[in-house]
């Protein structure tokens, strides 16, 4: 009878109060045991070292390899692309009141939702493949890289060129989840008509929107800080060699795409059937930010021999046909 009294002793049940009580501290020893664990340690590998056959001697690429890692790492396969590919997460909210709907779908088993422009540029590419053709494809605002992987993961060489540096280390995670160190070859630069430094607006909280133009910057953002900073400059032909073949030029620069356009006069001034089949944004609200207009970017296509324009929401398709 001695321990007869274990019998009698009502034990506290686990109330949702002591649950939660018990999964903050957990949580946070999580988190402190990731972010110490997880430190970037540069090891070489072929999958992040910069190999790709495009070299510019003038402008030295990003290394990967020596850029810190992005903290924390998100990634999941981006969902119905018929070439798959895996997309490493850049926004990730106001934590942990508004978490992302991408966060959301994550912890549902769900993949991340397509975005129209891996799609777009898939179908384009498969076109080009079956007809045989090779040669670049240049992704000017790669933002965290959606279309430049789409791209890759087929085989296609790609320059992406993106002035945000935590976009580019997103850029970094791709290249290693991807496989494809080898493809894409990766540019910290905003692509303009001058070569030098140019002032560039960082939204916080919203990395897709920076802009050259702070105005376009906040444009649908008023609220979020915008940070200035200065980046480099770079014209697109003064990186891509004439004799290079490039497929496909793609530019969604938040109003800045006439500049962009300008700085590849050359690049755009090929013949048809070697001129890059052209996807540019045209937002005349962010256009007109950066004081120009959707009319001066098809005069001057037109003035290049792009007489063919097609809408498909705010971006606009152009070719030689």
């Not at 490493?88 to 993949?111: E, F």
């Not at 087929?154 to 494809?180: A, H, K, T, Y």
Request: glycine fraction near 6%; include cysteine; aromatic fraction near 10%.
């Amino acid at each position: 009878m001695a321990n007869a009294w274990k019998r009698d002793t009502k034990h506290p049940k686990l109330t949702p109060k002591i649950l939660l009580s018990l999964l903050f501290p957990c949580l946070l020893l999580f988190f402190i045991f990731y972010f110490n664990s997880h430190s970037y340690n540069p090891n070489p590998n072929p999958y992040l070292s910069v190999t790709s056959s495009f070299h510019s001697p003038s402008f030295p690429a990003f290394n990967c390899l020596k850029c810190p890692q992005s903290h924390p790492i998100i990634a999941n396969v981006v969902e119905n692309v018929k070439y798959p590919f895996i997309y490493s997460l850049s926004d990730l909210g106001n934590l942990p009141d508004k978490p992302h709907k991408n966060i959301v779908r994550l912890l549902k088993g769900k993949p991340f939702r397509k975005p129209d422009i891996s799609v777009t540029i898939q179908e384009i590419l498969e076109k080009m493949k079956k007809e045989g053709k090779n040669g670049l494809v240049v992704d000017v605002g790669a933002n965290v890289g959606m279309a430049s992987f789409a791209a890759a993961v087929m085989g296609f060489r790609v320059l992406s060129f993106e002035p945000v540096f935590e976009n580019l280390q997103r850029i970094c995670d791709g290249v290693w989840f991807n496989r494809v160190g080898d493809l894409v070859t990766v540019y910290e630069a905003a692509v303009s008509d001058r070569i030098g430094n140019i002032t560039f607006h960082k939204l916080v909280g919203r990395l897709d929107n920076s802009a050259v133009s702070a105005t376009g910057a906040k444009l649908a953002f008023k609220s979020n800080e915008e940070i200035a900073l200065q980046v480099r400059s770079i014209p697109l032909d003064e990186v891509i060699p004439e004799a290079e073949p490039v497929l496909l030029l793609k530019i969604d620069v938040q109003g800045w795409e006439y500049h962009v356009l300008k700085g590849a006069t050359k690049l755009l001034s090929r013949k048809k059937g070697e001129s890059p089949y052209l996807i540019y944004e045209e937002d005349e609200h962010l256009l007109q930010a950066s004081n120009g207009s959707a009319k001066e970017i098809r005069e001057f296509l037109h003035s290049v021999g792009y007489h063919h324009c097609n809408q498909h929401g705010t971006d606009a398709h152009c070719t030689k046909d």
